[in-house]
């Protein structure tokens, strides 16, 4: 739009001001678009892509064959902050996180050392037998948390047991642990051996969760 020879300076200032206006809405409108139309594109990759997802599975299978894992020997699977026991009444999988702060503890085979708790107090724990049966279980490297091999907690900040996660055997008949699905959960004090179990023989859980 061409400018009014006669007009007064002050005018002609005002006509420039509002084309300047106009331009500059122009382009945030033009801005708007593309952030909607971009906004858009990607929820509709979403949609065309919806099992995308860089999350590690709850769900998986052990590789090791369940024979190999025995009494006394459990498979620790430190990656998956899983580990399997085995003992005189089957199966069981505990949640490696440590109830203080999340660490991951480890496996030792002397949990009762330096704790003032003697050995065979951690030996009885499980379903073993006496020729079965030594003191292990987990200790939590960061701040010193001991679990016995039924993942309760006796000493350190810990305030309550390990949880324990189901396993059950895949059609392959190796073992498949489901770390979403929780079979036994103990508030704090709560020292009651949990009874459940995946039966080798019969290949089926007993049921016996705790509240």
């Known amino acids: 739009m061409g400018l ?4 007064t300076p002050r005018g002609r200032l ?3 001001a509002d084309i300047s206006r106009r331009q500059f809405l122009l382009f945030m409108g033009i801005l708007a678009a593309l952030a909607a139309s971009l906004f858009g594109g990607i929820k509709t990759l979403g949609f065309l892509f919806p099992n995308a997802n860089l999350e590690e599975p709850l769900a998986f299978t052990v590789d090791v064959e369940p024979d190999a894992i025995t009494v006394g020997n ?3 699977i ?3 902050r899983v580990s ?7 199966y069981y999988a505990v949640y490696l996180v440590c109830t203080h702060l999340g660490c991951t503890p480890n496996y030792v085979t002397n949990v009762t050392n330096g704790t003032g708790v003697a050995d065979d107090v951690a030996k009885e724990r499980g379903a073993r037998q006496a020729a079965e049966q030594i003191p292990n ?3 939590c490297p960061c701040h010193g948390s001991r679990y016995y091999i039924d993942s309760t907690n006796f000493y350190g900040p810990a ?3 390990m949880d324990w996660v189901d396993v059950q055997y895949s059609p392959s008949g190796k073992l498949a642990v489901d770390r979403g699905k929780l079979v036994v959960q103990r508030g704090a004090g709560v020292t009651t051996k949990p009874e459940w179990r ?3 023989k019969t290949k089926k859980d007993n049921g016996k969760t705790l509240p």
């Open 198 to 200: 995946l039966d080798p």
């Open 14 to 16: 005002h006509r420039l």
């Open 4 to 7: 009014n020879p006669y007009d």
């Open 84 to 90: 399997i026991i085995r003992d005189d009444s089957g």
């Open 159 to 161: 305030p309550r047991p």
């Open 137 to 139: 279980g987990w200790a």
């Open 78 to 80: 430190t990656e998956k």
């Open 74 to 76: 459990p498979l620790q």
